[in-house]
């Protein structure tokens, strides 16, 4: 039965019927439950289910009586639209384990702490191609980790040894810049499509990585040991690509910054392809991404990167207006999205700040702020990231402080009342001013370039159109490859969710919003 919430106490029954039950189990520890639905019903009283991520909210009850009961309620964010699903992936007969981890290692009584080593990758006789990666977490310690990223390192670097603080007194362990997994907060295994993997056991390929590990103790717990890493999985039955990872969006420090009290502000970098021949020092083929990774920290609501060919803009490459800081996955897209040299990539961040009394400014803490997508693409070139920032001097003249370097245009900040009405001067500059581009390769070579942010044009969608069983537009009807995940309720703590009929499930993008299905 359809529903919706006619309050927070209160279903009642949807004027349209489009949700259908395929299959319910239940035994001692899961619910599960199959359903079908248009992605969009347009019926108002349902969730569009889109490629945000979607807050599933769940009623259970002591017998079949459909009532919301405040105790007895959950959220979870979820990606409904899982595009390629494990199990149809193929698993090589000869797959080699190997664990990239940092080994008991004491986390500092600090908030933040980013931990690096060095690690060499599997020395191997041949080509092969890594397929598979997952974290390795310890019981207990999983939510003092952030993230987790892997990145490769030129083979003409002198590497040091030993763990310390990755951007602290040594530059030596923030060399290597080249991610190729990365693993966030409310993230799982990953598996790459049939045709891609990293290549390893080539004069081309890396021979070491940088294993980048980041911790918050928020709450400054002593004597806490940690062996946190990746495990990845690789073969030598090869596949048709070798796979990159492109880091695009906002240069991290020390421009940035998010005023206080901000209801909404938008965050941009720019990316500029023309300049990728130059720096990558030998011809780069059109790009083809397949999957992404997005990034921010606590105030982050949503993301997108978009595409521009020739001053006109192409595409939508991947978007999240429902971003959640606790569920951070690699995620496929529904379809590849081919880069040509030359195209412009922007990536704006959405932020809010209403519960903060000061500024916000880009950097590693967890209430710092960060602005990045990971494309995952083929074939891969040397390019590792191409990250743009604004012309704070131009800012902070804008908002009427005087500044004749960046260091003085970030300390004007400082001075400036936020006001509603400054908050929105101060974005407006900031997507107004031009950008610094900085574009880096695996090997350390930096290159500059400039441009400027262009408008992004909402995607528009058609009218709803009748369809058996719901209402729904054509390009809704189970795209390629899309296809509506099963939802499957864990009892992972408590005796009293077990064997209990499920009185209602629930999506939607604040909190008692929206009723899809109730049984």
């Known amino acids: 039965m359809d529903q919706h919430l006619v309050d927070e106490d209160t279903l009642e029954e949807d004027g349209s019927q489009d949700a259908e039950l395929q299959g319910l189990i239940e035994d001692a520890e899961y619910t599960t439950m199959r359903f079908s639905r248009p992605f969009r019903s347009c019926d108002p009283h349902d969730q569009d289910i889109t490629s945000d991520t979607m807050r599933v909210l769940t009623a259970y009850g002591l017998d079949d009586t459909l009532k919301l009961d405040r105790e007895r309620i959950f959220v979870k964010s979820i990606f409904l639209l899982q595009i390629v699903h494990p199990d149809d992936l193929e698993v090589p007969e000869d797959t080699i384990i190997h664990d990239l981890e940092i080994t008991d290692f004491l986390i500092p009584e600090d908030d933040t702490t980013y931990a690096c080593t060095f690690l060499p990758l599997p020395i191997v006789s041949k080509k092969h191609h890594i397929h598979k990666f997952e974290p390795k977490l310890m019981d207990h310690n999983e939510t003092m980790v952030h993230h987790i990223l892997v990145y490769a390192c030129g083979n003409a670097s002198a590497l040091p040894t030993g763990i310390s603080d990755c951007y602290g007194a040594d530059p030596a ?102 300049k990728f021949e130059e720096t990558n020092r030998a011809p780069v083929p059109d790009i083809h991404v397949y999957g992404y990774l997005l990034h921010t920290h606590l105030a982050g609501r949503a993301l997108q990167a978009v595409q521009y060919r020739n001053g006109t803009q192409l595409q939508i490459i991947c978007k999240d207006d429902a971003y959640d800081f606790n569920l951070q996955e690699t995620r496929d897209l529904p379809y590849r999205v081919e880069i040509k040299p030359g195209d412009d990539l922007l990536v704006e961040c959405h932020y ?21 997508i990971f494309l995952f693409y083929y074939p891969r070139n040397n390019i590792s990231s191409c990250m743009g920032y604004p012309d704070i001097i131009y800012v902070a003249n804008e908002l009427g402080e005087e500044a004749s370097d960046s260091m003085e245009g970030m300390m004007a900040m400082n001075n400036v009342e936020w006001t509603p009405e400054n908050i929105k001067k101060a974005e407006k500059a900031c ?12 090997d350390e070579v930096v290159e500059n370039t400039t441009g400027w942010i262009p408008d992004i044009v909402p995607t528009p969608r058609g009218p709803c159109l009748e369809s058996t069983g719901g209402k729904v537009e054509p390009q809704d009807k189970t795209p390629a490859g899309f296809r509506a995940a099963p939802v499957v309720l864990l009892d992972s703590s408590t005796a009293t969710l077990r064997c209990l009929p499920l009185a209602a499930l629930l999506f939607g993008q604040g909190a008692l919003s929206w009723l899809l299905a109730s049984l």
């Open 173 to 274: 362990f923030s060399l290597c810049s080249q991610v190729i997994v990365g693993w966030a907060v409310g993230g799982t295994s990953y598996q790459f499509p049939d045709d891609v993997g990293i290549s390893i056991g080539t004069p081309l390929d890396p021979q070491w990585i940088r294993l980048e590990i980041h911790y918050s103790n928020f709450y400054n717990h002593p004597g806490i040991y940690d062996s946190s890493g990746i495990r990845m999985y690789y073969s030598p039955k090869l596949r048709k690509y070798d796979m990159g990872v492109l880091q695009l969006g906002f240069f991290t420090f020390p421009i940035h910054f998010i005023p206080p009290r901000a209801e909404s502000f938008m965050s941009y970098g720019l990316c500029k392809t023309d």
């Open 352 to 372: 809010q700040t209403l519960d903060r009394d000061s500024l916000t400014f880009g950097g590693p803490s967890t209430i710092n702020e960060m602005c990045l």
């Open 431 to 442: 997507k107004e001013a031009q950008q610094t581009v900085i574009i880096k390769t695996i």
